[in-house]
């Protein structure tokens, strides 16, 4: 039986690999997943066997671990509303870097109390209180910062019916406070190599690990935060790795290291999207004031016979969703209207996605999927921006930040951001609730524009009554 551990793991592995590869375009994603989830699969299955082998199983544990943890998993994938995929995610990403913090804790703790006991591969105790220390410092570092993250991105946290807002707060001597903590958690690991047997320095990492993850992401805001997300993702797979050298767990390291590699590549990715450096992000908190801008223009509101009519007649149409789109659940009533006026008129229908749309990377993809537009439709936004000087008609769903011209500034906290050129169509149609400034706090120009027309109100209630009066044309 033993024989065919390495078997499991390498193809557990491999599983997490081919997944990976699939996760990389829309059409292939929920097959990546299936492949991750049966990678999984697999390797738990593997480690329940070595468990046996080995006489270590426990198997009351075992099964209450997977019992209470499928049932766990169920009821949030049942429950999560896509608007709230953003701070699921988050909260995952918190979750996966304490778990192996705590794996890494209990592990090194075995070898700090037995003397007797040989650490995995053949390694000193001292290259483990390493490892345990470096996962207690990312993996803590993670479960703060990741929690701070989804009551940032669900805008606050209720408390006995009260509502309380989630602070942004960021002062420029705080950046020096985050340095010092880092260096004092390696100072405390080199003190640790020193006296192992000293588990005071294993707490003081971890207290210290919790705070620096607050710190971290208290003064990030504004459109940002899909950039924290993927790197929290990318802390949590590196503790996962951590683990795993701890633990003597070759899938565990790769799996781990495949996570960190994967997180860290998208976050930079949302970096250039954003036009920010990752120190940029961390230390300069663009948009991390919290300070809103105060509104003092109006504008009148059309109405959906108003702008049925023109649509009309329009060759091109270019949708831009944005959060409102996923506040509204209005992506069926979007893909309805796509329809209609691509079978009544004859339009061009395209989508122009933003990298950062939404609260997370690949959200508008995801909801898009989810009503069936055709992928061929989704565009990216470095190769549709040229095509709206000759578009028609430009409906944004909610996007505020991604189409905001503020971002061609060098001021503020959008400065420098790609945006989606939507301004340059021939009409923009805006549908939101009002003219309120958007995750970021800064107003649009766009809103004021003589071309620009508003149709204010709830996503799904604006796309259905538009659809109702384009029927009736």
Request: aromatic content about 10%; proline content about 4%; glycine content about 4%.
């Given at each position: 039986m033993e024989e065919w551990i390495p078997i499991g793991y390498l193809l557990s592995a491999a599983l997490f690999i081919f997944g990976l590869k699939k996760l990389g375009h829309p059409r292939t994603a929920p097959r990546g997943n299936q492949y991750g989830a049966l990678g999984m699969l697999v390797a738990v299955i593997t480690t329940v066997i070595k468990m046996e082998a080995a006489g270590d199983a426990k198997?009351?544990?075992?099964i209450a671990g997977l019992v209470v943890g499928s049932v766990i998993g169920i009821i949030m994938a049942i429950r999560v509303e896509m608007t709230g995929m953003p701070e699921l995610v988050a909260l995952f990403n918190g979750f996966g870097g304490a778990a192996s913090a705590l794996v890494a804790l209990s592990e090194s703790w075995k070898y700090i109390e037995d003397t007797t006991l040989t650490v995995p591969s053949g390694l000193e105790i001292q290259v483990i209180m390493i490892a345990a220390g470096l996962s207690a410092l990312v993996g803590w570092m993670t479960l703060t910062g990741s929690i701070l993250a989804m009551f940032k991105l669900k805008g606050g946290i209720s408390v006995f019916g009260k509502w309380f807002k989630t602070p942004t707060w960021g002062p420029t001597w705080l950046n020096p406070v985050k340095v010092l903590l880092v260096l004092s958690v390696f100072a405390l690991i080199?003190?640790?190599?020193?006296?192992?047997?000293?588990?005071?320095?294993?707490?003081?990492?971890?207290?210290?690990?919790?705070?620096?993850g607050i710190v971290l992401v208290l003064p990030i805001?504004?459109?940002?935060?899909?950039?924290?997300?993927?790197?929290?993702n990318s802390l949590s797979g590196i503790a996962a790795a951590f683990t795993g050298f701890i633990v003597g767990n070759s899938v565990l390291i790769v799996a781990g290291s495949l996570v960190g590699a994967s997180g860290l590549i998208l976050t930079f990715i949302m970096c250039k999207a954003m036009n920010r450096t990752l120190p940029d992000v961390l230390f300069k908190s663009f948009g991390g004031s919290g300070e809103k801008a105060e509104l003092t223009r109006t504008k009148v509101g059309s109405d959906a016979d108003e702008v049925a009519m023109m649509v009309d007649g329009a060759q091109k149409v270019i949708i831009v969703p944005g959060y409102g789109m996923?506040?509204?659940?209005?992506?069926?009533?979007?893909?309805?209207?796509?329809?209609?006026?691509?079978?009544?008129?004859?339009?061009e229908v395209k989508y122009a996605i933003h990298p950062v749309a939404g609260r997370m990377p690949g959200h508008m993809n995801v909801l898009l999927a989810e009503a069936n537009v055709p992928y061929e439709q989704l565009?990216?936004?470095?190769?549709?921006?040229?095509?709206?000087?000759d578009c028609d008609v430009a409906v944004i769903i909610g996007a505020n930040d991604t189409t905001n011209p503020a971002a061609r500034s060098g001021e503020g906290p959008l400065a420098g951001m790609p945006i989606i050129d939507a301004d340059a169509a021939r009409t923009v149609v805006i549908i939101k609730r009002s003219l309120s400034v958007g995750y970021a706090g800064v107003d649009n120009d766009l809103f004021y524009m003589d071309k620009t027309m508003m149709l204010f109100g709830d996503g799904k209630a604006m796309m259905t009554g538009l659809n109702n009066a384009i029927k009736d044309i």
């Open positions: 198997w009351t544990l075992i080199y003190l640790s190599i020193d006296d192992p047997r000293n588990t005071d320095y294993l707490w003081a990492i971890i207290a210290i690990s919790c705070i620096l805001g504004g459109a940002d935060m899909p950039v924290v997300v993927s790197l929290l996923a506040v509204s659940q209005c992506q069926h009533q979007v893909k309805e209207f796509a329809d209609l006026i691509a079978e009544k008129f004859g339009t565009i990216e936004m470095d190769e549709i921006n040229s095509e709206f000087p």
